[in-house]
């Protein structure tokens, strides 16, 4: 697995990293925990360094999952999670970025996470009642004090970013991206060159539609995510198959699939991306991670772009109460 450096931060990690939510959270039936860990286990053993987690993912038995399967790996891989929420009875409530409240989860994910040192701290989502320099300025100190390595927003908008580098250095920008959801290549990306600061996409493979195994027919669990998002309506499925159907041209020309294609895409755009796909089956991982030694040629890209624009992506990627936390 090559690795990549999260901009100028010094964070050196795999090229791919493993998004570790839908193990316990979001995606439908929880995996079972000798399961999940042995999947973990196996992204190690094939060379990935760089997993991630959030307290709000149960919420918190995710952190308490990736914590115990990476154990045996200390030293050898770099955990990310996330801050920015309260807790009411169990159950997420509003958002929470004040310096105090932040102060306290890092003590809690470091129990839960069984380190020392959290390596990416992560503001989840922009709290629009605490100014971005005092949460900046929390994880400043925590950063003085060694409990955490690294500041990471996610999905912070161009000024929220700048502000919150100028008074401690944002080493990674964790937001949507992928080829079904290119807004930040209008300003957020630029942005990011300039300062220096890595970018981490999450929900690469567009929450699994980009793999080519969903379409308009597929039912979900009941208490999975996506049959909320406007963009998974069964309408929106059909209308979006363009975009499977593109990557699947180029992965057939090439012997690969389509995401595989979809995450050589990602990584072909900058060398400072580390997109983070999420699975719960060990074939899938295997199957993204070869995406990681695809090397798409100029062609190729002029290919994907020039077919990608003439299609228009249907539907919202979050209902209107969850587009509210998407604060910038």
Same mark, same amino acid.
């Given at each position: 697995?090559?690795?990549?450096?999260?901009?100028?931060?010094?964070?050196?990690?795999?090229?791919?990293?493993?998004?570790?939510?839908?193990?316990?959270?979001?995606?439908?039936?929880?995996?079972?925990?000798?399961?999940?860990?042995?999947?973990?286990?196996?992204?190690?053993?094939?060379?990935?360094?760089?997993?991630?987690?959030?307290?709000?993912?149960?919420?918190?038995?995710?952190?308490?999952?990736?914590?115990?399967?990476?154990?045996?790996?200390?030293?050898?891989?770099?955990?990310?999670?996330?801050?920015?929420?309260?807790?009411?009875?169990?159950?997420?409530?509003?958002?929470?970025?004040?310096?105090?409240?932040?102060?306290?989860?890092?003590?809690?994910?470091?129990?839960?996470?069984?380190?020392?040192?959290?390596?990416?701290?992560?503001?989840?989502?922009?709290?629009?009642?605490?100014?971005?320099?005092?949460?900046?300025?929390?994880?400043?100190?925590?950063?003085?004090?060694?409990?955490?390595?690294?500041?990471?927003?996610?999905?912070?908008?161009?000024?929220?970013?700048?502000?919150?580098?100028?008074?401690?250095?944002?080493?990674?920008?964790?937001?949507?991206?992928?080829?079904?959801?290119?807004?930040?290549?209008?300003?957020?990306?630029?942005?990011?060159?300039?300062?220096?600061?890595?970018?981490?996409?999450? =929900?690469?493979?567009?929450?699994?539609?980009?793999?080519?195994?969903?379409?308009?027919?597929?039912?979900?669990?009941?208490?999975?995510?996506?049959?909320?998002?406007?963009?998974? =309506?069964?309408?929106?499925?059909?209308?979006?198959?363009?975009?499977?159907?593109?990557?699947?041209?180029?992965?057939?020309?090439?012997?690969?699939?389509?995401?595989?294609?979809?995450?050589?895409?990602?990584?072909?755009?900058?060398?400072?991306?580390?997109?983070?796909?999420?699975?719960?089956?060990?074939?899938?991982?295997?199957?993204?991670?070869?995406?990681?030694?695809?090397?798409?040629?100029?062609?190729?890209?002029?290919?994907?772009?020039?077919?990608?624009?003439?299609?228009?992506?249907?539907?919202?990627?979050?209902?209107?109460?969850?587009?509210?936390?998407?604060?910038?």
């Amino acid at each position: 697995m090559k690795k990549r450096k999260l901009g100028n931060s010094g964070l050196e990690v795999s090229a791919l990293g493993l998004g570790c939510m839908g193990m316990s959270h979001g995606l439908g039936v929880p995996m079972e925990k000798p399961l999940a860990i042995a999947l973990i286990h196996a992204a190690v053993e094939r060379g990935v360094t760089f997993f991630d987690t959030a307290e709000v993912y149960g919420p918190f038995v995710n952190e308490e999952l990736v914590g115990e399967a990476l154990v045996p790996f200390r030293g050898q891989v770099f955990i990310a999670t996330k801050f920015g929420f309260n807790f009411e009875n169990g159950k997420q409530g509003g958002l929470n970025s004040r310096p105090e409240h932040i102060k306290q989860v890092a003590e809690d994910s470091l129990k839960r996470l069984r380190i020392d040192t959290i390596d990416l701290f992560y503001q989840h989502r922009v709290d629009p009642d605490v100014p971005i320099e005092e949460v900046a300025g929390a994880v400043k100190e925590l950063i003085r004090q060694g409990k955490v390595k690294h500041f990471g927003l996610s999905e912070a908008g161009a000024k929220t970013i700048r502000r919150a580098h100028a008074v401690q250095p944002v080493a990674a920008l964790q937001s949507e991206y992928s080829l079904w959801w290119r807004e930040p290549e209008t300003e957020i990306l630029p942005t990011l060159e300039e300062l220096g600061i890595g970018f981490v996409p999450f =929900s690469p493979l567009g929450k699994g539609f980009l793999t080519g195994k969903i379409d308009e027919n597929t039912k979900f669990a009941a208490n999975d995510f996506r049959n909320v998002v406007p963009r998974f =309506s069964p309408e929106a499925r059909k209308a979006n198959q363009a975009v499977v159907d593109l990557l699947g041209s180029i992965a057939a020309r090439i012997k690969a699939t389509p995401a595989q294609i979809a995450l050589a895409w990602l990584l072909a755009q900058k060398p400072w991306i580390v997109p983070i796909p999420g699975t719960t089956k060990l074939h899938r991982l295997e199957e993204n991670l070869g995406g990681a030694s695809i090397e798409l040629t100029p062609d190729d890209l002029r290919d994907i772009n020039a077919s990608a624009a003439k299609i228009t992506v249907q539907g919202a990627r979050y209902p209107e109460h969850l587009q509210k936390l998407v604060g910038r």
